[in-house]
């Protein structure tokens, strides 16, 4: 673990209780974790307190994580957050979709921890 990272927040956007869970478990011990089930309370936790990335889960009802990539990539005070889009839709469409809108990684579902991690690393590196 390294102390670079233990005060960085990765958001993590998810419907599923379970997902949230298996990416609390993997990011907390060396992750500041926010989650939430939907894309308006992401929106919301972005806007008052922006994470330093946002792991966003594509199909979610309501608001789809296009949707809110859209409006993130809108807004000037949240518009250079990375934005990992993280789905079980595995189509080459989707995932130029998620790029296009400004995502800066694609991943599938089920996912990696350890690929997690390094990716999450190597963005907040590229971030700085």
């Known amino acids: 673990m390294s102390d670079k990272f233990l005060k960085k927040t990765v958001l993590v956007v998810d419907d599923t209780s379970s997902n949230i869970a298996i990416f609390s478990k993997t990011l907390s011990p060396e992750f500041r974790v926010k989650a939430a089930k939907n894309g308006p309370k992401a929106l919301e936790i972005c806007f008052k307190t922006p994470p330093d990335i946002i792991l966003l889960d594509i199909m979610m009802p309501e608001m789809d994580g296009y949707e809110v990539c859209r409006k993130l990539k809108l807004n000037s005070k949240t518009k250079d957050i990375p934005v990992i889009f993280v789905t079980a839709m595995v189509d080459a469409e989707n995932e130029t979709s998620a790029l296009e809108l400004g995502a800066v990684d694609f991943i599938t579902k ?19």
Request: glycine share 0%; hydrophobic share 35%; charged share 30%.
């Open 110 to 128: 089920p996912i990696n921890p350890s690929i997690v991690l390094e990716r999450i690393r190597k963005h907040l590196q590229l971030d700085r």
